[in-house]
């Protein structure tokens, strides 16, 4: 199964910017789709923030859209987020997931996860 390692968090002022990377342990050019999820709390759901698939589309939460793009290197086996104009309600912790089953509402079902990166946006 493969193995993804998200990096990239950190503490950033509101309207800032990060990229998130996570990184496959095997080649991700042509089995999986992929996604990026959110927890803003540990006792919370984890919510959806954006998903891609090898055709290359691409889908974004509501939330997100226009502020962020997902987008992967298929050389170095490795998907982004990149975030701009960050907000404080976008402090979470961030999970990138890979999958088989892509939905046609533009929904990459995660299988596989990452163990997380902390994103902090201050006021």
């Known amino acids: 199964q493969v193995q993804l390692v998200e990096s990239g968090g950190g503490s950033v002022q509101s309207g800032g910017s990060l990229r998130l990377s996570c990184v496959a342990s095997?080649?991700?050019?042509?089995?999986?789709?992929f996604s990026w999820f959110r927890r803003q709390s540990p006792g919370q759901v984890r919510e959806w923030v954006a998903?891609?698939?090898?055709?290359?589309?691409?889908s974004y939460a509501d939330s997100v859209k226009g502020r962020f793009t997902i987008s992967q290197d298929n050389a170095v086996n490795t998907l982004y987020l990149q975030m701009n104009g960050l907000k404080p309600e976008d402090t979470a912790m961030y999970y990138c997931?890979?999958?088989?089953?892509?939905?046609?509402?533009?929904?990459?079902?995660?299988?596989?996860w990452g163990q997380g990166t902390q994103v902090t946006v201050s006021s």
């Open positions: 998903s891609s698939n090898r055709g290359g589309v691409r």
């Open positions: 997931a890979a999958g088989t089953k892509w939905y046609s509402s533009g929904y990459c079902a995660g299988t596989y």
């Open positions: 095997e080649d991700i050019s042509s089995s999986y789709c």
